[in-house]
């Protein structure tokens, strides 16, 4: 998040900078390093591994990004619905944190099959360009908080939905 303040700075209207949100999306290629080398490190079975490092990442994006704002505004005297879609905002991101993770858990296995390997990398380039894709489209569509909340979490649970088809049939491929 240093990283992503220090050198591209927040759009704030006017023209849309697309070059600038990509480069901001491709930063994410390195939270999947990250998340490789954390997943590589842990000893255990691959479904713990995968729900352990999705529940550190998304817990750690939580108390960095809307802890404070949920906490501070939440607690006020008026009512707004924004605490609201900042709490349905994160449960979605819990899903997309434990895609991420099953993505990258599948593409680090050794007995995945060579025909499902082009499969899982694709959704893990719609995984981390997720973000970018939602905000142009919201943005091009000029579409209501709710609207683009709803955008959001359909488009997370069809990367949802193919992953688990995915880890579906790579694990009974195996059994």
Known sequence: ???????????????????????????????????????????????????????????????MSRCIPLWVGARGIEFDWKYIQMSIDSNISLVHYIVASAQ??????????????????????????????METFVHLCSLGSWTALLARALVTGLLALSTLALYVAAVNVHS
């Open 104 to 133: 990258v858990w599948m593409i680090t296995r050794y007995d995945l099959y060579h025909t499902y390997r082009p499969a899982v990398l694709l959704l893990m380039f719609l995984s981390v360009y997720k973000a970018f894709v």
């Open 1 to 63: 998040m240093l990283f992503l303040a220090t050198f591209f700075p927040t759009w704030e209207g006017g023209i849309y900078d697309f070059i600038g949100e990509f480069m901001k999306a491709s930063v994410d290629v390195a939270d999947l390093i990250g998340l490789n080398l954390v997943m590589s490190r842990n000893a255990g079975k691959g479904e713990y591994k995968i729900m352990v490092a999705a529940l550190g990442w998304a817990t750690a994006e939580l108390i």
